[in-house]
C-alpha cells in the first residue's frame, strides 16, 4: 500500500495586511514632503483718485527691469540704461520711486490727495515694468523682487519714521499703514515672460 501524498502547509497571511499598515505608516511619517515657494504679496488696493479710461504713461515715469536669458538684469530708466549688478537694483529703484532731487528725468512728482490724510507729493505715476525670459532662473527672478520689495519697505519705513515718528511695522494697520502706503504705493507690472535673449 502506497504512501498518502502529504500536505504542505500553507504560509500564514493573517498579519500580512497589519506588516503592510505598518509599513505604510513607517513611509509616511519619514518621506519629506516638498513645498512650493512663493512670494508674499498684497494687491494694490483700490485707488479712488485713479482715473478710469486709460492714459499714455510718460517715458519718464516707468523703469523697466530685464531679467534675460543668461540672467543679466537690465535696468532702463530715465538716468540709467545699463546690465547691473544684483545689488545696485535696490538703491535704483528707490532713487525712481521717490525721486528726492526732482530730476526732470526722473518720475513726475505731484500732489495726491490720501484718504484721511491730505494732500502730499509723491510719484504717483510711476511704473517698475518687470520683463523676464522664459529660461530665466527662479533664484535671480525671487532675488530681483526681493530688492525691488525692499525698496519700497525701505521708503515706506523712512516715510512712517519722519510722520508719525515709528517705523512703518509699528504704525497702526488700520489708520497709519494704509496711509504710508498711500505714499509709496507699489507700482510692480510683471509681463508675460518672453523670449528675449541677451540683454543689449
Known amino acids: 500500500m502506497g504512501k498518502g501524498k502529504r500536505k504542505v502547509p500553507g504560509l500564514n497571511q493573517s498579519s500580512t495586511a497589519d506588516i503592510s499598515f505598518i509599513l505604510l505608516i513607517f513611509f509616511l511619517v519619514t518621506t519629506s514632503m516638498d513645498t512650493d515657494t512663493g512670494l508674499s504679496r498684497r494687491l494694490p488696493e483700490w485707488d479712488p483718485n485713479a482715473v478710469e479710461q486709460e492714459m499714455k504713461i510718460k517715458e519718464r515715469n516707468v523703469m523697466t527691469v530685464l531679467v534675460n536669458q543668461n540672467n543679466e538684469i537690465h535696468v532702463k530708466n530715465g538716468v540709467v540704461n545699463r546690465v547691473i549688478d544684483i545689488s545696485e ?13 526732482d530730476n526732470v528725468n526722473l518720475p513726475i512728482k505731484e500732489d495726491y490727495v490720501i484718504e484721511d490724510f491730505g494732500t502730499v507729493v509723491t510719484t504717483v505715476r510711476h511704473v517698475i515694468s518687470l520683463q523676464t525670459d522664459r529660461t530665466t532662473g527662479y533664484e535671480i527672478y525671487f532675488k530681483v523682487q526681493h530688492e525691488l520689495s525692499k525698496a519700497y519697505s525701505e521708503l515706506r519705513d523712512a516715510w512712517a519714521r519722519k510722520t508719525f515718528g515709528k517705523p512703518y511695522k509699528e504704525c497702526d494697520e488700520k489708520t497709519e499703514q494704509p496711509i504710508v502706503r498711500g505714499m509709496y504705493a507699489s507700482k510692480i507690472s510683471e509681463a508675460e515672460p518672453k523670449q528675449y535673449g541677451t540683454a543689449q
Open 89 to 101: 537694483l535696490k538703491d535704483i529703484a528707490k532713487e525712481f520711486i521717490a525721486n528726492p532731487d
